[in-house]
């Protein structure tokens, strides 16, 4: 066979074996050409929420294609973005007002940081900081990158990524360090606006905190005059047990960025959230002072069809009963690791659980990583450790038992692992 010329993200070929094709979803599985099938215990990369292909938003999305395709958007607009923007507002914590649509979490991030600094450039106030967590991360563009933590993913970009700064992570009974930390680099008067995931910090190794911290950031944000960005783009459609994070701590940031499950993840689509004052930053008979950015497909009527019908799936089932449920098992499950000595910092987030293989050296590039997930694979469970942090991000319609069958594989595959590792 001719070796694919396709180029698959975060892998590194050398060392991969060919890829299996899928050929099929349904609800919280894959199937392979071969016939296997496998558990979407990370909802495919964090999109998926509802399960795969769900029939209502996969209706919206065939019924959408008899009238549309992408249409500019700028001069015009179109209903699915309309009746979209108005449903988001409904379900996002009061006080944001105007949305913008773009098509990725990297660009909605993009977005709420040119929105930022635009809104003091336009009022000419001299603030161009932006505050950052720890641990953080915000997409793979050069703007995103500068943002989130440094390491080994863009060393080699890092001429190009500007400077931000950076509150420590806050770590159980640290969260005053962080607060700190923040009070004085608001005292500084420079900056612009904290871009941070609110309460779960994904990419960075499922490392959470508490919605007090969330809450204390952004009355000191607020008590300086530093915008307040919340990328829910991971946290945002239920993954931490609310639709929002920001809801936990009754925050309304004044930016919040949602991307992954905003279509049921069926399709890519993006949302910039922002306050009537930062709009209106921008509003003036001076072009200089428009917001210039747009991607070109901004509010692909498709993608906004898919993300009408998930929000329509938000009120007519019951979501919030099967995150609950979801909740519960996670934490019976992690019950039995929890003196476990083969695991530390067993943890959980809403409907995220996570917990690290207590293995010497840890990190993404982790030797353990590429081990784990292959005896995942050959037990039909679709997991990505990050480096020894082992965690399950699935789909709401996964059932008891394909949650039982995940723990049963950590359960046994860390074992594996572990003896292969002190061997
Ligand atoms: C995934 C993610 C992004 C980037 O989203 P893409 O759609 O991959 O560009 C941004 N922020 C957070 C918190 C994420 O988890």
Known sequence: MTPSPVWHPFTQHRLEAPMKRIVATEGAYLFDEDGNRFFDAISSWWVITHGHRHPHIMAAIREATGAYDQIIFAEFTHEPAETLA????????????????????????????????GTFYNRSVARDRIVVMQHGYHGDTIGTMSAGERGVFNTPFEPL????????????????????????????????????????????????????????????????????????????????GSCFACEQAGVTPDILCTSKGLTGGALPLAATLCTAEIFEAHLSCDRRKTFFHSSSFTANAIACSAAVANLQIWRDEPVKKRLGELASLHAK???????????????????????????????????????????????????????????????????????????????????????????
Request: glycine letters at 10%; hydrophobic letters at 45%; charged letters at 20%.
């Open 86 to 117: 108005g449903d988001l507002l409904e379900f996002t914590p009061t006080g944001l007002q105007h949305v913008f649509y773009s098509d990725s979490g990297s660009t909605a991030v993009e977005v709420a940081i040119k929105m930022a600094l």
């Open 161 to 240: 990524l500007f400077g931000v700064d950076r509150l420590p992570f806050p770590a159980p009974g640290h969260e005053q360090e962080t607060l700190d930390a923040f009070e004085a680099i608001c005292r500084a008067g420079r900056a612009a606006a904290i871009l941070i995931e609110p309460l779960a910090l994904g990419a960075g190794g499922m490392k959470f905190y508490g919605r007090a911290v969330l809450c204390a950031l952004k009355e000191i944000a607020s008590h300086h005059g530093c915008l307040f960005i919340a990328d829910e783009v991971m946290t945002g459609w239920g993954r931490t």
């Open 333 to 423: 499950h992690l019950r039995q690791f929890e003196n476990d000595e083969r695991f530390a910092n067993v943890r959980q987030c809403g409907t995220i659980a996570a917990l690290d293989l207590a293995v010497p050296s840890g990190g993404y590039l982790a030797e353990v990583g590429p081990r784990l997930r292959r005896l995942f694979r050959e037990r039909g469970l679709l997991l990505r450790p990050l480096g020894n942090v082992i965690y399950l991000m699935p789909p709401y319609c996964a059932s008891p038992f394909d949650i039982a069958t995940a723990y049963g594989a950590i359960d046994e595959v860390a074992s594996i692992v572990l003896k292969e590792t002190a061997s």
